[in-house]
């Protein structure tokens, strides 16, 4: 029980340790792009499906499809005050001067990627292609508006 309990103190330190070797909203640019580039790895493999360049078994489609429903949830936590100062952001002020509208973009998103995963578990093409244009058409909405060239 004593070993179990100096284990414990020994990770907890170790922890501490990597938390305040960054400061919290460095963290959270890389948290969030981290998203991102998950995001769009599995937009990616999905692009390719369609386009015939790759060919995805049906339980690869739904995973990709529901990798991408699920960082479109997590990953916008990321977004927290203030780290629109830090070095390694493309991230736009106006995001937080304007923060509900930019959660707008967010739920649009969230949306369209509930309607990716129903098409990519009908195996209906035509049904995935349309909805895919719909994820597509989200992201570059926002990007447009709150992602710096
Ligand atoms: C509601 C707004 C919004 C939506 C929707 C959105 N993005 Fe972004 N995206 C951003 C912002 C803002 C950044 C810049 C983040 C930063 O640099 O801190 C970004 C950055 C990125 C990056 C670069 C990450 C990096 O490592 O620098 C990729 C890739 C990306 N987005 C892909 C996507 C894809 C794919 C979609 C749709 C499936 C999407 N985004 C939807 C706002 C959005």
Known sequence: MKKVLLGAAVLGAIVAGSVQAQVPADRS??????????????????????????????????LSAQVVDDMA???FDGFIDGTDQSANTKAKPEIWKEFAKFKEGQTRLVGETGKLMVAAKSGDKAALQAAFGGVGAACKACHDTYRAQ
Request: proline fraction near 0%.
């Open 29 to 62: 640019v890389v948290y969030r792009k981290a998203g991102f580039q998950i995001m769009a790895n599995h937009v990616g493999r999905i692009s390719a499906h369609i386009k015939g360049e790759r060919s995805l078994t049906a339980a690869q489609l739904e």
């Open 73 to 75: 949830k997590v990953l």
